[in-house]
């Protein structure tokens, strides 16, 4: 978590090294651990596992392209032909409800947001 700046610079496609249901995971995991661990105790462990939370979620949106650039156009974004298995080497991501569900997604991403 220290060094996560570094590795997202060294490796800018996680999503596509990693497969997009582990940066699901990944950034379900992060975003859990900051709500039940460093709220109100560590303001900056809280704040550095948001922000890498934030990172992993939006990681999948840039295997396609036009991805957008910035943070405020992911609020147009439809992430709809990646969430079914539509790209090409991806399964749908929701295809194990033991492994992920939509309410988890969007619980933690609130929390991000």
């Known amino acids: 978590m220290k060094e ?3 590795v997202f610079s060294d490796n800018p496609s996680l999503a596509d090294s990693f497969g997009s249901r582990q940066v699901f995971v990944g950034g379900i ?4 651990l900051a709500k039940l661990c460093y709220e109100g105790k560590d303001l900056h462990k809280f704040t550095e596992c948001i922000l890498m939370a934030s990172e992993l979620f939006a990681s999948p949106a840039k295997l396609t392209l036009p991805h957008p650039q910035t943070a405020i156009e992911y609020v147009n974004y439809s992430f709809r032909e990646f969430l079914d298995g539509r790209i090409a080497g991806e399964s749908a991501v929701f295809q194990d409800k033991q492994i992920l ?8 991403v609130q929390t991000v947001a």
């Not at 569900?101 to 933690?108: F, K």
């Open 4 to 6: 996560f700046r570094q």
């Open 29 to 32: 995991v992060l975003t859990k």
């Open 101 to 108: 569900q939509p309410s988890e997604i969007l619980h933690t």
